[in-house]
């Protein structure tokens, strides 16, 4: 199989039209069976994450067996021998320096994703959702002994299809894999893989009954000179809030590990202080992954200004105790929010400022601004396309290299070119 393999690869390099057919057939079918293992495992993820979600807002009761939970977190990782899995950047090391996915973190990140939803802790799925599909795309590459650079591609391959089955926005699940490991080089060779992949995934899981992400934002003023100040000064302010959140995040999970040696007295810990959080904002619009809060956003409901705040600190606790999911959902929640809370400040529509915000937390803690303008356009429409373009671009540059993965790494100079 090797020897064919290199056959077929010295014929590709030799014979440019040859190459191109063999590369398209080749990732045709190898991204159609990422996507649709991605597509089953990632629907049935989304459809156990909401199931989760749905018992603890008709159960409140649910949040008392956080410490339970954590435990089973804890045991469940450790038993497999997983105790120092690094999570999404163990995913985004395969990619850059061709580090290994640990088969065992498909199905302990599932599980555990699940059990803290069902404890309403302050998660979010995204970053299940990568390793869970690094972990398919991993293993499919190995099953076809893929060389070393594909297999890289069949990883980025399943980050794409994952995420596209379960937030349902294919085109920016493509991009955010290619961008997201090294910031500055695009990864083009793994384009039309992570295409393919991403748009057969998020088609089985909108079969499953996964709904894909989109808000209605309402009013969208024609963009001129004063509202494109408005964007600037949102990008400003919403990029010194995501480095905030950044801080907060690494801040949390260190005091954890310095002051609770025990990884197990560490969550339980945890779980009693966000207990008591709960309990002092008891109408949880701060637990599980803050859905509930960014829908009020777009439907003109009342917010509380320190919602973004709050939804940060709750984050914090949660995951830096040991509970799993991610942190993407509950970063476009405190965008939402903030967002919202500077609609009636700089004069936007709410709904307006709301999208905007989530779009420039989430390029200010992922770095990735080509794949947050991709997320706007699936998620709000491109109505708004200038005001996004603008925040985005504002808020990239003015964020610095603070982010979310300490294995994300950067070509060059944000700022400056040579």
Not at 12 to 23: D, L, M, R, S
Not at 280 to 297: I, K, V, W
Not at 341 to 368: E, Y
Request: charged share 10%; net charge neutral; hydrophobic share 50%.
């Amino acid at each position: 199989m090797d020897n064919k393999q290199e056959r077929l690869t010295r014929l590709a390099e030799e014979n440019p039209i040859y190459g191109g057919i063999w590369y398209f057939i080749k990732w045709i079918v190898l991204s159609a069976v990422i996507g649709i293992l991605a597509g089953v495992v990632g629907g049935s993820f989304g459809l156990g994450v909401s199931w989760a979600t749905g018992v603890w807002q008709s159960r409140s009761w649910t949040l008392f067996l956080l410490p339970v939970i954590g435990v089973g977190i804890v045991f469940l990782y450790q038993i497999a021998h997983e105790g120092n899995n690094r999570g999404t950047n163990m995913v985004l090391d395969a990619v850059s320096a061709g580090g290994s996915v640990t088969p065992a973190t498909a199905p302990l990140i599932y599980v555990s994703t699940i059990l803290s939803h069902l404890g309403a802790a302050s998660v979010g799925r995204e970053g299940a959702a990568l390793q869970i599909g690094g972990v398919l795309g991993s293993l499919t590459g190995k099953a076809v002994r893929l060389d070393s650079g594909d297999q890289k591609t069949a990883v980025m391959c399943g980050m794409s299809a994952c995420f596209a089955a379960v937030f349902g926005t294919p085109l920016a699940a493509t991009i955010f894999s290619m961008e997201v490991t090294e910031i500055g080089v695009m990864r083009y060779a793994a384009m039309v893989p992570c295409l393919f992949a991403s748009l057969v995934a998020a088609a089985i899981a909108g079969r499953m009954g996964v709904a894909p992400e989109a808000f209605a934002i309402g009013e969208t003023p024609v963009f001129g000179a004063g509202p494109f100040v408005q964007t600037v000064l949102l990008g400003l302010l919403c990029a010194g809030v995501g480095v905030f959140f950044c801080l907060i995040l690494h801040t949390g999970g260190h005091l954890y590990q310095r002051y609770l040696k025990n990884i197990y007295l560490r969550v339980i810990a945890g779980s009693l202080i966000f207990i008591v959080l709960t309990l002092a904002f008891p109408d949880h619009l701060f637990n599980g992954s803050g859905a509930s809060l960014t829908e009020r956003c777009f439907e003109g409901e009342a917010v509380p200004v320190y919602a973004f705040l709050l939804k940060m600190i709750f984050t914090s606790v949660a995951l830096g105790a040991g509970f799993r999911g991610g942190e993407i959902v509950p970063t476009l929640t405190v965008g939402a929010t903030f967002g919202y809370l500077l609609s009636g400040i700089l004069g936007l529509p709410s709904g307006l400022c709301a999208s905007i915000g989530m779009a420039a937390l989430f390029v200010s803690v992922t770095n990735c601004p080509l794949a947050t303008l991709f997320l706007a356009f699936e998620m709000f429409g491109l109505e708004a396309m200038p005001y996004y373009a603008v925040a985005v671009a504002v808020s990239f540059a003015a964020s610095g290299r603070e982010g979310l993965y300490s294995s994300q790494k950067f070509a060059g100079s944000r700022l400056k070119n040579g």
